[in-house]
């Protein structure tokens, strides 16, 4: 997978009509965002945005929002998987905490994934739990998943049941769908970490 690029998945239908409209942004978004360009590929994305140099998180996000400005109004769904920027303080977090660290994993389908996500971080401190429920407010948009809830615990049905339903009727309406995965940090503490960038976060979980 070809570094500094923000990959696009479509779900149909009307499937032919996403793809033109994100032709179109990418032919007018360069001027806005360091974006030099846009395409069509085949395999396991529908489109790819090549960004100029690593993207930062609020270039990605301004670029989710405009994605979900273009594709509002067609039944289709879509993800994004931002390949190769720095991910130094998300490893650095991974490696600080200890090896049985429990994450929850948040996907979203758009539109819209950017209000989706603001949905997430507003109702993020209404969660009650047993213990502690943290965020890593840095792995937004990072690689294959798009929020991230750390656990202090192995969360039971009932507490997972719990930010399922604080999250569910808010992100419904935003139009988006999401689903959760939570799991085991096996991260290796001795691993060398690549101090440039890493094509997934998922890389060292």
């Known amino acids: 997978m070809q570094s500094n690029t923000s990959n696009i998945q479509i779900f149909?239908?009307?499937?032919?009509?996403?793809?033109?409209?994100?032709e179109k942004l990418s032919q007018e978004i360069s001027n806005a965002l360091p974006i030099s360009s846009g395409e069509n590929i085949f395999g396991k994305y529908d489109f790819a945005f090549y960004w100029n140099g690593e993207p930062k998180p609020d270039k990605i996000f301004q670029l989710v929002e405009r994605i979900d400005d273009t594709l509002t109004g067609l039944p289709t769904k879509y993800s994004i998987t931002t390949e190769g920027y720095k991910t130094r303080r998300i490893t650095a977090e991974i490696e600080r905490r200890a090896e049985n660290t429990i994450f929850s994993f948040i996907r979203i389908l758009g539109p819209s994934i950017s209000k989706a996500l603001r949905v997430i971080e507003q109702v993020v401190d209404q969660i009650e739990t047993t213990n502690t429920l943290e965020t890593l407010k840095s792995s937004i948009l990072v690689g294959e998943w798009d929020y991230a809830f750390e656990w202090d615990h192995w969360p039971s049905f009932d507490e997972i049941h719990a930010v399922l339903k604080t999250l569910d009727t808010k992100i419904g309406e935003t139009g988006a769908l999401y689903n959760i995965c939570t799991k085991k940090n096996i991260y290796r503490t001795k691993k060398y970490i690549d101090d440039h960038t890493s094509d997934n976060l998922m890389a060292f979980l």
């Open 12 to 22: 149909g239908p009307q499937l032919p009509d996403a793809l033109k409209r994100l």
